[in-house]
């Protein structure tokens, strides 16, 4: 396992200088962290990261909101898959641990797919949503993910460290815009290599999933995308659009898929302009 980079370092430590932490495990055995006070917000991470890329956003809203992020199953300090689980009742026991009744989700990619399949399956417990670069369960990409097969065949003969570094020079990780956090992005991936080493995945997404329910959400939705994103993300994002009703599009120029680090400033102002507006 390698060690987090200085810069990485820095940047968390930056962030929560100002803020006290508290820490906890929900029933379900998801790692979370909560700072700052206020209306609670609840950071939903990509897949391949942990909650640490929500670094410079924690330190934009803490002042004013109630930040809890928290690792996915298998991610960070989280408990893998050993049975069956739904990554959006994962969300749900960490909003139980904490006695949220009520939350805006901030989901990114994976994070985006699991902040919808809960707004819909518990539509009295989601305030807002900001669906940033997302995923959507039940999508198929209409051409192969081609870029991944090499990821997949290294993982697939036990080379779990070589999996992660192909996943960390893949297009859905690459930056396109500021490369200061390209390091930040990397060791990230490279502190959770142990996804490399499960032979399936057991999560259940959404039944029926959520790309035939979109009316069904009902909350102000933002979405923000990357304009150098991935061809597949851009088509969920105008599913997104389309399918939910008033849902809003910001698309921040000459990111890419890891948007809110690779443009944190754009992407910070189109999510705290949301939160603004009622």
Not at 94 to 115: P, Q, R
Not at 203 to 224: D, H, S, W, Y
Not at 236 to 243: D, E
Not at 245 to 267: E, K, Q, S, Y
């Amino acid at each position: 396992m390698r060690l987090v980079s200085a810069f990485l370092v820095l940047l968390l430590c930056s962030t929560t200088a100002g803020a006290q932490v508290t820490s906890g495990t929900s029933s379900g055995g998801l790692f979370y962290e909560v700072s700052g006070a206020g209306e609670p917000i609840v950071l939903v991470h990509a897949f391949s990261v942990d909650r640490r890329m929500w670094a410079p956003q924690i330190a934009a809203l803490e002042g004013r909101y109630r930040v809890v992020r928290y690792d996915l199953r298998g991610h960070g300090k989280s408990e893998g898959p050993s049975a069956p689980y739904s990554p959006h009742e994962d969300l749900r026991s960490v909003l139980d641990a904490l006695f949220i009744s009520k939350a805006t989700l901030v989901g990114l990619s994976a994070g985006a797919t699991i902040a919808t399949d809960f707004a819909i399956a518990y539509p009295d417990r989601v305030a807002r949503i900001v669906l940033a670069s997302p995923g959507l369960s039940g999508h198929v990409p209409s051409a192969p993910l081609t870029w991944t097969q090499p990821v997949f065949k290294a993982a697939g003969a036990g080379d779990s460290e070589g999996a992660a570094r192909l996943w960390a020079e893949t297009p859905i990780m690459a930056l396109r815009h500021d490369q200061t956090a390209a390091t930040t992005v990397r060791d990230l991936v490279m502190s959770n290599v142990r996804l490399w080493t499960y032979k399936t995945n057991p999560a259940q997404q959404l039944m029926p999933p959520a790309i035939g329910r979109l009316a069904e959400v009902k909350c102000p939705t933002l979405v923000i995308l990357g304009e150098q994103d991935l061809p597949h993300i851009k088509e969920i994002a105008g599913l997104l659009v389309k399918g939910i009703a008033g849902a809003r599009l910001v698309t921040i120029p000459l990111a890419g898929h890891m948007v809110n680090l690779d443009a944190r400033d754009a992407f910070n102002q189109a999510v705290d302009k949301f939160l603004a507006s009622r």
